[in-house]
């Protein structure tokens, strides 16, 4: 979607009536009739020359405001979150403006979305009417209280309201890093809980003070936070968690675990630590586990739910879900990269090719099968047990360098089938969401789970194979920030400003939740991460900001941060901090409020469903051809 840049500008110079370099001394004799002629001619030239002199001199015409039809709306006038400038043609006279220069032309193959990154070229001054204001160092979290919902109504239908100009940016990100720094705080602080009560274990109890080992105690939250701490600069804190790694950690545990909790957080959060810091360490770790828990495909090419990771063997297996078979892909797929082995690859692969054979005619899978496989019952969602499957279509396609068709295939198709099948909208405010179907039959349950697709839309959009301007990438950029507000309703509408696990949209003030617990998910703000990298609107930081500012007020506990009960009782603080609020939300909301970050979505790095980035493998061979195996 780059735009081809105007070739050099090829001025043609008339050269004087010259020959050999000398001058002509012929002498040219006049009659009085020529003469005549010539006087004649000069006089029309004068003429003409004051006409056109009269055109060139003459005041320029009035001017007034652009109007609000002139516009740019966020994504054509922002395709990216840095302020880079591309340099001029040779004649900057004639360049056309680089937001509508040959808008669809191929890309070239060093970069091909370059476009997408390149800053505003227009001098409109922004519309956007929210102040944003700086968190000061002292910021009083106690003082906070949530300012309700039904606000920002002109995002509920998925437009991009505001001119988002440099300058607007340049503040918006100006006042992101005052927050940032305590993003990095409440890290801290969680760490800080975590090492003193529970270092080397599964979890830490935030409110009882010991710790959990429902993983198998194989230090789930330290390998899970590790690229967390790097990306946030806590360099101590990683390096003393790599020496965990190497003279603690024990992968042969003789019990069964979740072959897919496990991939995605240990296996990931080891591959991860190895593709940030090159560390050999993470990488040695990282095979000895995923040699085991590759157990799960001993028996089947659908490996089974749970594998004995001191036997290698599978456990379990009586059917599975669509989310825990085919999202084990992009950990495999790296670890074969990085280690030679390429039979991680080829069999965790096989599960999307048996997917591919039996796919729906509309993409959406019903999320039940079993190890034929086939599926086992009629339920379509992308909720719990069905999401990251679809994430995968996505992520394995941009991993291999958005090179293996057949998994753009899938995610298009499935995009399409959710918006012919799945795609509601609430009375009486109109809120869109993502249903479920049961057998043939519309289920108007929305997960907080779902909220992942409103970063998942927009990244395929910026990515499409057609451009970002194309009817079909528009269509899911708009379902993105759609969703994106949904879920910041779902928030926002919340006594703690905190939402609940699932809500259902039952037609009485839109929805209402059901069960409303909170295990500190990350979803919501993985997408407002996405949607604000990509089109630089400020609203997704503040909607962040909001809900930090509740998470630091409702469940922060003595040592680290705790679950609530009920997202409508302040107080109901529950004794469970799950490895993925240091590993995913904590990052997310980190990333947020980072301009600076070396994180780069569209070009170098892929994330795992657990919010591991891991570099693609294009980028991976030419930056560090010795970690290719």
């Known amino acids: 979607m780059r735009p081809a840049s105007a070739g050099p500008v090829t001025t043609l110079h008339r050269r004087r009536g010259t020959r050999g370099g000398r001058r002509s001394s012929s002498r040219i004799t006049l009659t009085p009739n020529a003469v005549l002629v010539l006087m004649a001619l000069c006089l029309s030239v004068f003429v003409m020359g004051l006409l056109v002199g009269s055109r060139l001199f003459a005041a320029p015409p009035s001017s007034s405001p652009p109007s609000e039809s002139s516009h740019v709306s966020v994504d054509s006038v922002l395709h990216d979150r840095s302020m880079e400038v591309s340099p001029p043609d040779d004649n900057p006279k004639l360049r056309k403006p680089k937001i509508f220069e040959d808008i669809g032309a191929p890309p070239p193959a060093e970069d091909p979305n370059k476009s997408l990154r390149a800053p505003p070229k227009q001098t409109a001054s922004s519309n956007y ?39 607007l940016k340049q503040q918006s990100d100006n006042v992101a890093r005052t927050r940032r720094t305590h993003v990095k705080n409440a890290m801290k602080h969680a760490w800080n809980g975590y090492k003193t009560y529970a270092y080397g274990h599964d979890e830490v109890a935030p409110l009882r003070r010991t710790f959990k080992d429902g993983w198998g105690g194989m230090g789930t939250t330290l390998v899970d936070s590790l690229d967390t701490l790097w990306l946030m600069d806590m360099k101590t804190e990683f390096w003393e968690a790599r020496d965990w790694v190497r003279d603690e950690l024990v992968n042969a545990i003789g019990r069964s675990v979740s072959t897919f909790e ?20 993470f990488l040695e770790k990282a095979l000895d586990l995923g040699e085991r828990l590759f157990g799960a495909f001993a028996r089947s090419d659908i490996p089974s739910n749970a594998v004995n990771l001191a036997s290698k063997q599978p456990d379990g297996f009586g059917s599975t879900n669509i989310a825990e078979a085919g999202t084990l892909q992009v950990e495999f797929r790296y670890l074969a990269m990085t280690t030679g082995r390429m039979e991680f690859k080829t069999k965790s692969e096989k599960v999307f090719e048996l997917l591919h054979n039996l796919r729906p005619h509309n993409g959406l899978y019903p999320y039940k099968i079993n190890k034929s496989p086939g599926f086992v019952n009629s339920v379509v969602t992308f909720g719990a047990m069905g999401d990251s499957f679809y994430e995968y279509m996505l992520k394995i396609w941009l991993q291999g360098g958005k090179k293996e068709q057949m998994y753009r295939d899938m995610w298009d198709e499935s995009m399409t089938g959710i918006h012919e099948e799945l795609m509601q909208q609430s009375s009486p405010n109109g809120l869109w969401y993502i249903a479920e179907k049961k057998n043939g039959r ?17 990244l395929g959009a910026y990515t499409d194979p057609r451009g970002l301007d194309s009817e079909r990438a528009q269509r899911d950029l708009k379902t993105a920030r759609q969703l994106a507000y949904t879920c910041y309703q779902m928030y926002a509408r919340q006594t703690t400003g905190i939402a609940p696990e699932m809500i259902r949209f039952d037609g009485f003030n839109d929805f209402s ?27 997704y930081r503040e909607w962040g900001w909001e809900i930090f500012q509740s998470i630091e007020k409702f469940c922060k506990t003595d040592i680290a941060y705790g679950s609530l009960k009920n997202v409508n009782q302040p107080g109901s603080v529950e004794d469970r901090m799950e490895s993925f609020f240091l590993a995913e939300t904590l990052k997310y909301l980190y990333l947020l409020f980072d301009p600076d970050t070396e994180v780069d979505i569209l070009n170098k790095h892929v994330f795992n469903t657990e919010a591991h980035p891991t570099r693609v493998f294009p980028v991976l061979k030419k930056e560090s051809p010795e970690m290719i195996g």
């Open 442 to 458: 519309i289920d108007n349950k929305f997960d907080h789970l779902v909220c992942f697709m409103g970063g998942a839309l927009a």
């Open 513 to 539: 939740g059901s069960p409303n617990y909170y295990i500190l998910r990350p979803e919501t703000v993985e997408t407002f991460f996405i949607l604000n990298y990509l089109t630089g609107d400020p609203i």
């Open 129 to 167: 009417p929210y102040d944003l204001t700086p968190a000061p160092s002292n910021h009083d979290f106690a003082a906070w209280n949530p300012p309700g919902g039904n606000r920002y109504q002109e995002y509920k239908d998925g437009e991009a309201p505001y001119v988002i100009t440099p300058s």
């Open 262 to 281: 496990t991939t995605i957080r240990s296996l990931g959060g080891l591959l991860a630590a190895y593709d940030w810091s090159g560390d050999k360490v």
